[in-house]
């Protein structure tokens, strides 16, 4: 009920359109969105991974923080936002943002800057005012 027929074409569509982009981009052939990895290392899943399931990852965990009260470190919001927030303007939204360079790309325009902060450092979302 969640994931309608029509949203799970829309992610098959993104997912289809973000996998032609890395190999547009490795045969130089289209300009595609850089995305930039601020920090060096590893993230917390193999990048393929990452790419295909990082949505479910954050919506299951926020599902659990929220719900039931679990909080577990390994697919936290703010551990993505530590890692990722650019060197140059330390967000992961606006210009050469991580999250939002390759959302503006597959038309994908996640909620979650109305609570959360897209820069390091503050911890806690608060609800949006209405
Ligand atoms: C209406 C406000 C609101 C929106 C929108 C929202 N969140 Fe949250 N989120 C919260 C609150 C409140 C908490 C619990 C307090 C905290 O942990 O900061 C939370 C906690 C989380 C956590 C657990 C804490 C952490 O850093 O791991 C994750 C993960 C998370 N949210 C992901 C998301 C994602 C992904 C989106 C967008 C799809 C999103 N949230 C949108 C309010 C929101
Ligand atoms: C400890 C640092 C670290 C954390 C925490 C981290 N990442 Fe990563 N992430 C990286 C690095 C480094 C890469 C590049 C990995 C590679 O090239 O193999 C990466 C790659 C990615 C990619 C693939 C980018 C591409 O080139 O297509 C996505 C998507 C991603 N991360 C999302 C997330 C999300 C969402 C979270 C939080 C759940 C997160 N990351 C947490 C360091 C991190
Ligand atoms: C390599 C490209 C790429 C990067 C980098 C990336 N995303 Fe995504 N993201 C996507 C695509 C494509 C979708 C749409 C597919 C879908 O709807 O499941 C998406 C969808 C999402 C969704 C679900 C949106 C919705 O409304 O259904 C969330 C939440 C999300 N991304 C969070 C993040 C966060 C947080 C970061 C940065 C830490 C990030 N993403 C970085 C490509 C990326």
């Known amino acids: 009920?969640?994931?309608p027929a029509?949203?799970?074409?829309?992610?098959?569509?993104?997912?289809i359109?973000?996998?032609?982009?890395a190999h547009a981009t490795q045969s130089g052939r289209t300009p595609l969105p850089e995305i930039a990895i601020a920090q060096p290392g590893q993230c917390v899943e193999p990048k393929e991974?990452?790419?295909?399931?990082?949505?479910t990852l954050l919506r299951h965990q926020r599902d659990r923080t929220l719900r039931e009260g679990i909080r577990t470190k390994k697919y936290s919001l703010n551990e993505c936002i530590a890692c990722h927030a650019s060197r140059e303007t330390g967000s992961v939204i606006g210009a050469g943002g991580?999250?939002?360079?390759?959302h503006d790309y597959a038309a994908v325009k996640p909620d979650c800057w109305?609570?959360?902060q897209p820069k390091p450092g503050r911890k806690t979302a608060v609800k949006a005012q209405p």
């Open 1 to 3: 009920m969640r994931f």
């Open 6 to 15: 029509a949203a799970v074409l829309a992610v098959l569509c993104g997912l």
């Open 17 to 21: 359109a973000v996998t032609t982009t």
């Open 49 to 55: 991974v990452m790419r295909r399931e990082h949505m």
């Open 98 to 102: 991580f999250c939002q360079g390759c």
């Open 114 to 116: 109305d609570c959360h």
